[in-house]
């Protein structure tokens, strides 16, 4: 079984920054994707940035300049540099992975259970 597990939400003023960390645990075979989405209120889930392991990471036009995904394989973790938050970047933000675990051999997609961001002063 795989689980994705996020950490490093919470409350920050504008302009100030947080790390999001997920990592993958279980059985896990290789990992395709890793990548953070995020859920504001009243607002559909939407890509925030996209890290695929033999590619150039995405991001979203919000966000550009601004974030930054990157990850440690050795570690199956993710990270989400975000600095310069603004209101707007309010939201609960879940960890997504495309993972082929070692009992299935099957790829499939996984998603942590959401940390929640509040950018307010």
């Known amino acids: 079984q795989v689980q994705l597990a996020e950490s490093g939400g919470g409350l920050v003023q504008p302009g100030g920054s947080l790390r999001l960390s997920c990592a993958a645990s279980g059985s896990i075979g290789s990992i395709y994707m890793m990548d953070w989405y995020r859920q504001a209120p009243g607002k559909q889930r939407e890509l925030v940035a996209n890290?695929?392991?033999?590619?150039?990471?995405y991001y979203a036009d919000s966000v550009k300049g601004r974030f930054t995904i990157s990850r440690d394989n050795a570690k199956n973790t993710v990270y989400l540099q975000m600095n310069s938050l603004k209101p707007e970047d309010t939201a609960v933000y879940y960890c997504?992975?495309?993972?082929?675990?070692?009992?299935?051999?099957?790829?499939?997609?996984?998603w942590g259970q959401g940390t929640q961001v509040t950018v307010s002063s």
């Open positions: 997504h992975a495309i993972i082929t675990p070692i009992a299935t051999r099957l790829k499939s997609s996984y």
């Open positions: 890290l695929v392991s033999s590619g150039s990471p």
